[in-house]
């Protein structure tokens, strides 16, 4: 009964908004629906969504055996455990993924430097060698004063 209320409402929300937009009741609608709730959305973290997300995960269970309070204790441990958790797989990752990629390119170098040297090279020009004189092993600059 009441989802039926509340369904009925939302789609008199919509129609409202949808057909006459100018109308001062959608415009206040627009800002109650659409620009409040997405101006909250912008400040919702991680941690908040893996609370969320615990606490509805394991409200039976949790609530079941004692006070709510406690169970909300412990879905906040358990949501800040895995929080921290993800952060470190995360920075985990992206330590091997740099770790791999200095790897290939390494590995890329020295393959294409392989490649590189087997491309044919242009001859080198000859040169004309020069005759090579034999210096005497006389360390005297004045041979004629030494005899």
Known sequence: MIATMLAGALAAAWLTMRCIPDAPIARLLHRWIVEWPAAKALHVERRHLIFVIVA????????????????????????????????????????????????????????????????????????????????????DDRPALAA
């Open 56 to 139: 509805a995960v394991s409200a039976q269970a949790l609530l079941s055996v004692g006070l709510p309070d406690i169970g909300l204790v412990v879905a906040w441990d358990v949501s800040t455990y895995l929080d921290l958790l993800l952060v470190t797989w995360t920075l985990a990752a992206v330590a091997n993924l740099k770790a791999g990629s200095r790897v290939a390119i390494e590995h890329w170098r020295l393959m294409t430097r392989g490649l590189r040297r087997s491309r044919p090279q242009p001859r080198a020009r000859r040169t004309a060698r020069r005759p090579v004189t034999k210096r005497s092993a006389n360390d």
